[in-house]
């Protein structure tokens, strides 16, 4: 990583961008030449002025990492906004990107990416095999629409400009930063806030959607972060060594995934809860499995491992504390 180059990180506030940042900054890259805007200062799904502030900011390399995310209420609820302000991310900063010189660029996508029913652990290779998880599918799609896009750059402007665009996609994240929002987030930081209100009200049992049985892999969000600055900068020749012009994107896991109702139990120890936990099978499941193959990962001389499941909760539900008492 150069340290005089301006890197633009997209999504700053979020949980995995600002995770990002924290990462540069723990590498001595200079927050002087880190940029960032927030929504109210950028809407990334504005083409025009997502031109104008590359033409004015000028960054060397950009990190991806805004988009409309949430859990499966969500998805299923509000599915045109899904697709539609995710695919007009990825489009409008990729293509201002290329526009202003931006050489290099990492796109974060997502593990829903790949069918419902893939072959486990889910390998690089599986990507438009097969139908994708219903509830997910706007979502995802805008994802593989940043795959693609990324790959089609270098493709057309690889050798004449020297375009380097890259894609990781990370399997469930959590940790500090997360939305806890009791509907429409993620499945931990969501059992996070149940289990807390429960254990605060004295509730003797917690409802969880679905029979408990799905397997889920997770990776607290500053393995990413350190996994996505990696890949950024890996020498060309390595990147290239390791992928394919149109099958290029790296999945970042943790290497192995527990039940839903494991990972429930697990939460209600982090959070103090000791009532009943209930399964609501008449609530979908999802998808039955979600394991990431990291071998292509390792190969280019990266594993996740730095923070352990217990020790990922604590710290994501006292993070969990200090916002909910903001």
């Given at each position: 990583?150069?340290?005089?180059?301006?890197?633009?990180?997209?999504?700053?506030?979020?949980?995995?961008?600002?995770?990002?940042v924290r990462q540069l900054l723990d590498a001595g890259h200079p927050a002087s030449?880190?940029?960032?805007?927030?929504?109210?200062?950028?809407?990334?799904?504005?083409?025009?002025?997502?031109?104008?502030?590359?033409?004015?900011?000028?960054?060397?390399?950009?990190?991806?990492?805004?988009?409309?995310?949430?859990?499966?209420?969500?998805?299923?609820?509000?599915?045109?906004?899904?697709?539609?302000?995710?695919?007009?991310?990825?489009?409008?900063?990729?293509?201002?990107?290329?526009?202003?010189?931006?050489?290099?660029?990492?796109?974060?996508?997502?593990?829903?990416i790949y069918p419902k029913l893939v072959e486990q652990p889910m390998n690089e290779?599986?990507?438009?095999?097969?139908?994708?998880?219903?509830?997910?599918?706007?979502?995802?799609?805008?994802?593989?629409?940043?795959?693609?896009?990324?790959?089609?750059?270098n493709r057309q402007f690889g050798a004449s400009h020297g375009v380097d665009y890259?894609?990781?996609?990370?399997?469930?994240?959590?940790?500090?930063?997360?939305?806890?929002?009791?509907?429409?987030?993620?499945?931990?930081?969501?059992?996070?806030?149940?289990?807390?209100?429960?254990?605060?009200?004295?509730?003797?049992?917690?409802?969880?959607?679905?029979?408990?049985?799905?397997?889920?892999?997770?990776?607290?969000?500053?393995?990413?972060?350190?996994?996505?600055?990696?890949?950024?900068?890996?020498?060309?020749?390595?990147?290239?060594?390791?992928?394919?012009?149109?099958?290029?994107?790296?999945?970042?896991?943790?290497?192995?995934?527990?039940?839903?109702?494991?990972?429930?139990?697990?939460?209600?120890?982090?959070?103090?809860?000791?009532?009943?936990?209930?399964?609501?099978?008449?609530?979908?499941?999802?998808?039955?499995?979600?394991?990431?193959?990291?071998?292509?990962?390792?190969?280019?001389?990266?594993?996740?491992?730095?923070?352990?499941?217990?020790?990922?909760?604590?710290?994501?539900?006292?993070?969990?504390?200090?916002?909910?008492?903001?």
């Amino acid at each position: 990583m150069n340290d005089s180059e301006t890197i633009f990180v997209a999504g700053h506030r979020g949980m995995v961008g600002s995770a990002i940042v924290r990462q540069l900054l723990d590498a001595g890259h200079p927050a002087s030449h880190i940029v960032t805007r927030t929504h109210a200062e950028l809407n990334l799904t504005d083409q025009a002025a997502v031109r104008a502030f590359f033409a004015s900011a000028r960054p060397q390399q950009v990190y991806l990492a805004a988009a409309k995310v949430g859990g499966i209420h969500a998805n299923n609820t509000f599915p045109a906004d899904f697709i539609y302000q995710n695919l007009m991310i990825a489009a409008n900063v990729i293509e201002a990107a290329f526009c202003n010189g931006v050489q290099k660029l990492l796109f974060l996508g997502s593990s829903c990416i790949y069918p419902k029913l893939v072959e486990q652990p889910m390998n690089e290779h599986a990507l438009l095999t097969g139908p994708l998880e219903a509830t997910n599918e706007p979502y995802a799609v805008a994802k593989i629409a940043g795959i693609k896009l990324c790959e089609s750059y270098n493709r057309q402007f690889g050798a004449s400009h020297g375009v380097d665009y890259r894609s990781v996609m990370p399997t469930n994240l959590y940790g500090p930063g997360d939305s806890y929002h009791p509907e429409n987030s993620h499945v931990i930081p969501a059992l996070i806030r149940r289990f807390h209100e429960a254990k605060v009200s004295g509730a003797p049992e917690v409802a969880i959607w679905g029979s408990g049985t799905p397997m889920r892999e997770f990776l607290y969000v500053d393995d990413m972060a350190a996994a996505c600055v990696h890949v950024m900068n890996l020498p060309k020749a390595s990147y290239e060594q390791h992928t394919q012009p149109m099958l290029s994107h790296i999945n970042v896991g943790y290497g192995s995934d527990m039940t839903i109702a494991d990972l429930a139990h697990s939460i209600a120890l982090a959070t103090g809860f000791d009532g009943q936990i209930r399964f609501d099978s008449t609530r979908p499941d999802g998808t039955p499995r979600k394991l990431m193959d990291s071998s292509r990962l390792r190969s280019l001389g990266w594993q996740a491992g730095k923070v352990d499941l217990s020790s990922g909760l604590a710290l994501t539900y006292q993070d969990f504390l200090q916002q909910t008492a903001q």
